[in-house]
């Protein structure tokens, strides 16, 4: 019987994904890699947090999305699994809005943490 929990994300860009990772001081391996579970199991991932216990976080590749894998028995983070992606999915939307307001020539005029967490981004483009 497999306790590996896939949880959906909207995940789907990589490079995004690991500057999420690693804003947040999260160590990651990359490449497909095995994600390591109860009584040996294992799953694929493409980028895999190895955890002090022997039972790893991973984010595999589903054709559409990057799901987080993981037996969340032995989920050993400071934040809960929620908190956890909340926390990479909105570094994952920073990356993603900046990359990709920067291929269309903005940059980044403003930029603001607020006290609830949120951010707040003033982008500009010189026309010419």
Do not use: C
Not at 73 to 91: A, E, K
């Amino acid at each position: 019987m497999s306790h590996f929990t896939n949880i959906k994300t909207q995940l789907r860009n990589l490079p995004s994904l690991k500057s999420a990772l690693n804003d947040l001081d999260i160590d990651w391996k990359e490449g497909e890699a095995n994600v390591r579970g109860y009584q040996g199991q294992t799953r694929t991932a493409q980028v895999v947090v190895e955890q002090n216990n022997n039972y790893d976080i991973g984010f595999s590749w589903n054709g559409e999305e990057y799901e987080l894998v993981a037996d969340l028995q032995y989920w050993q983070q400071p934040l809960s699994v929620d908190g956890f992606l909340q926390r990479i999915t909105q570094r994952y939307a920073y990356h993603t809005v900046v990359n990709e307001t920067s291929t269309q020539g903005f940059q980044i005029a403003q930029e603001e943490k607020n006290q609830d967490g949120s951010i707040r981004l003033v982008l500009q483009r010189w026309n010419r």
